[in-house]
C-alpha cells in the first residue's frame, strides 16, 4: 500500500494550496480517506474525512475553509484549503481505512507552512 501525499508548500495567510494524495496497492472506492496533521509539538489531528460513499466531516478549523473530495477513478483524495490562516502550518498526512475493517494505513507528509 502506498499513499502519495504532495500539494504542500509555502502560502501566505489568505491563500490557497489544494492537497492530493494519490493511493496505490487498495481498492480505493471501498476505503474511508482522512486527511490529518501535525503541527511541531502538538499531536495529530484529524482535519477531515470522506467515506466510500461520499460523506464528509470536519474538524471544527477546517470547516467552511477546506473541502475534502475524492476521485475513485484516479484513486486520489484531494484536500482544497482555502483561506489559510498561520494555525495552518502542518505536515499533513492521508490515511486509508478499509469501510469493512479498521487497518490504518498512513502515507508520509507533506509540509504546508502560511505565512503571517
Known amino acids: 500500500v502506498q499513499l502519495q501525499a504532495s500539494g504542500g508548500g509555502l502560502v501566505q495567510a489568505g491563500g490557497s494550496l489544494r492537497l492530493s494524495c494519490a493511493a496505490s496497492g487498495i481498492v480505493f472506492r471501498f476505503y474511508i480517506m482522512g486527511w490529518y496533521r501535525q503541527a511541531p509539538g502538538k499531536p495529530r489531528e484529524l482535519v477531515a474525512t470522506i467515506t466510500d460513499r461520499g460523506s464528509t466531516d470536519y474538524a471544527d478549523s477546517a470547516k467552511g475553509r477546506f473541502t475534502i473530495s475524492r476521485d475513485n477513478a484516479k484513486n486520489t483524495v484531494y484536500l482544497q484549503m482555502n483561506s489559510l490562516k498561520s494555525e495552518d502550518t502542518a505536515t499533513y498526512y492521508c490515511?486509508?481505512?478499509?469501510?469493512?475493517?479498521?487497518?490504518?494505513?498512513w502515507g508520509r507528509g507533506t509540509q504546508v507552512t502560511v505565512s503571517s
Open positions: 490515511k486509508a481505512r478499509p469501510s469493512y475493517g479498521s487497518v490504518d494505513y
